[in-house]
């Protein structure tokens, strides 16, 4: 074995930049088949390591996860975003603001929001008529905002501010997506880019001022489990500070709405792209709930929903790829990985990879049958991350995904209005480039 993986040539200084910024599914997905479970490249400045075997995975996520800590780039524009947050936060201090905020994700306390995710799911669909042409993702999205919003910070929030929320995310967006010459501009630069991307964080900023200052206002019970609760008694005790409080904030805001938003976007793309999927899933709908709203406990029975869903993070995990980096040289996968390395985990190579998975272009929600279930190695499946730091939402995402669902497809069929391939656009989360269309079709008129 050599001293280094083999991986892909690059240009001098840049290494394999535009190779990535240009394309990165496209280059991930042949680096993996072309070097195999460990490859060697360069980002920017940066030796890139990237693993593609679900036991490299592991150790990185799991076994040796206090080896490894979230990686510092350059480009200081997450850190301005999301700061001090739990998705970014490290050691000690992340240690004790994952279990702070526990609390607020408590699994009873997340199965007795599930009528309020119903109930908003029901009033925001309540307009929607026969006919209508919607942008499911765009529709996702407002949705998920008002579930969040509720859920974790016991507010509500009216059409002009879940508006103003999706117009800043555009700017954030295109902030994120990979560019060569973007990787070697500081954030401090003042391009147009960098000037929205300012000012959508300064929005974003302002809609959390005002939840957080009428909640202040009001007064907050000491019995309440939501996580603007948690976070303002622990201000008040000056146990965090306002700062602290923004971040955790501004990552739940985000990181809470936006994956089940886009989950929910590509499961209905390969729903109407799949008919006998559809309506087996509509069957099971009709079957179970027989026209009245889903509950919680409803949910445990909607096997093929939750078969659909894995599917759709599989074909199109939302968190594309993960970074880490080590905290001193490690091995992995028989080859030295030095501490200022990046070890990349790429969820879109590892779930389409024909040694987990038979026809791993095909949509097929039967491969998320136990016994299917049985034959794959741990962290061939990783759309939550893993470890410790596994995402914190998961089982709100998880509940809130399947109870949207089952009130959409009680009342519609849903279908896309173009025929042009799904194209996708790469940020922080992987979204579609374009709006993803669909035409509404009232089941029962």
């Known amino acids: 074995m050599g001293a280094h993986p083999p991986g892909p040539k690059g240009a001098p200084f840049i290494g394999n930049t535009h190779q990535y910024a240009r394309d990165p599914f496209t280059f991930m997905t042949a680096v993996g088949r072309a070097y195999g479970g460990v490859a060697r490249f360069q980002l920017a400045d940066r030796e890139t390591f990237m693993l593609t075997n679900p036991e490299d995975i592991e150790e990185v996520l799991v076994a040796g996860e206090k080896q490894f800590r979230k990686p510092v780039f350059g480009d200081d524009a997450v ?82 501010t879940t508006e103003r929320i999706q117009a800043a995310l555009e700017p954030l967006g295109a902030r994120f997506e990979p560019d060569a010459v973007r990787f070697l501009t500081p954030n401090w630069v003042p391009t147009r880019e960098n000037r929205e991307f300012h000012d959508a964080v300064g929005t974003l900023e302002d809609v959390l001022d005002d939840i957080v200052a009428e909640r202040r206002d009001g007064g907050v019970d000491d019995d309440a489990q939501d996580l603007l609760a948690i976070m303002l008694r622990a201000t008040a005790a000056n146990e965090i500070d306002d700062r602290v409080l923004r971040d955790e904030l501004m990552t739940m805001l985000l990181a809470g709405h936006d994956t089940t938003a886009l989950t929910l976007t590509y499961a209905l793309y390969l729903l109407d792209e799949n008919p006998a999927a559809r309506d087996r899933l509509t069957s099971e709908v009709d079957d179970l709930l027989d026209g009245r709203p889903p509950t919680a406990s409803d949910v445990h029975e909607m096997a093929f929903a939750s078969r659909v869903l894995n599917e759709a993070m599989r074909l199109y995990p939302p968190v594309y790829v993960m970074f880490r980096q080590p905290r001193t040289d490690v091995k992995l996968g028989g080859y030295r990985v030095p501490e200022d390395a990046l070890v990349m985990l790429p969820q879109w190579v590892v779930h389409r990879d024909p040694r987990f998975y038979d026809d791993p272009e095909t949509f097929d929600p039967d491969r998320w049958a136990p016994e299917r279930v049985r034959e794959r190695p741990n962290y061939a499946f990783f759309p939550f991350g893993g470890g410790p730091r596994i995402c914190i939402g998961k089982q709100f995402s998880l509940l809130e995904a399947r109870l949207i669902l089952g009130v959409l497809l009680q009342q519609f069929d849903l279908h896309r209005t173009s025929d042009a391939p799904l194209q996708l656009r790469p940020s922080l989360t992987m979204h579609p480039r374009d709006p993803v269309e669909m035409e509404l079709r009232a089941r029962y008129r």
């Open 79 to 160: 850190q301005e975003l999301l700061g001090n947050g739990l998705l970014l936060s490290e050691g000690e201090f992340w240690r004790q603001q994952r279990k702070r905020a526990q609390p607020a994700f408590d699994p009873r306390r997340i199965t007795s929001l599930a009528d309020r995710m119903v109930e908003h799911t029901r009033s925001h669909i309540a307009d929607w008529d026969d006919g209508d042409v919607v942008d499911i993702r765009e529709e996702m999205a407002q949705l998920t905002v008002k579930i969040i919003v509720d859920a974790m910070f016991a507010t509500t929030v009216d059409d002009d």
